[in-house]
């Protein structure tokens, strides 16, 4: 399936992004909780580089759901049937998401946590 110009690349990885976000309930997830951290920035209002964090944390999030989704789709593709190996490679797709996911925590807490401060204080 080799594509014939820019544009059709452009088509084609935006239907993948699309269909992530449509089918995935994860990325739904993922999705809401980047909505609400922009508009807790928005709130906050944020400095040029902890709106560069903010945004690198959510898309290494989306990212690493939507590798996920891929590699699923792939052992599934691969295999109908229980194999260890098809298990090994689905729960390391989910590890990596929640190893960002994880990384997005840790930098909200850094990037919110002197707003969070000031709030309470």
Same mark, same amino acid.
Request: aromatic letters at 8%; a positive charge.
């Given at each position: 399936? @080799? ?9 084609? +990885?935006?239907?993948? *992004?699309?269909?992530?976000? *449509?089918?995935?309930?994860?990325? /739904?997830?993922?999705? #809401?909780? +980047?909505? %609400?951290? %922009? %508009?807790?920035?928005?709130? !906050?209002?944020? =400095? @040029?580089?902890?709106?560069?964090? &903010?945004?690198? $944390?959510?898309?290494?999030?989306? *990212? ?5 989704? $891929?590699?699923? /789709? &792939?052992? =599934? #593709?691969?295999? =109908? ?7 090994? +490679? ?12 994880? !990384? ?5 807490? %850094? ?11």
């Amino acid at each position: 399936m @080799r594509t014939k110009n820019l544009g059709e690349s452009f088509y084609h +990885a935006a239907a993948g *992004v699309i269909y992530s976000f *449509v089918s995935q309930r994860n990325m /739904k997830i993922h999705s #809401l909780a +980047a909505i %609400i951290v %922009i %508009i807790a920035g928005v709130i !906050c209002r944020l =400095d @040029r580089s902890e709106w560069g964090l &903010t945004i690198v $944390a959510i898309f290494i999030v989306l *990212v690493a759901e939507t590798m996920n989704t $891929a590699i699923e /789709k &792939t052992v =599934d #593709l691969v295999t =109908d049937e229980f194999h260890p190996l098809a298990k090994k +490679a689905k729960n390391l797709a989910a590890g990596a998401t929640l190893l960002a996911a994880l !990384c997005a925590v840790a930098l909200g807490i %850094i990037v919110f946590g002197p707003y969070l401060m000031g709030a309470f204080n």
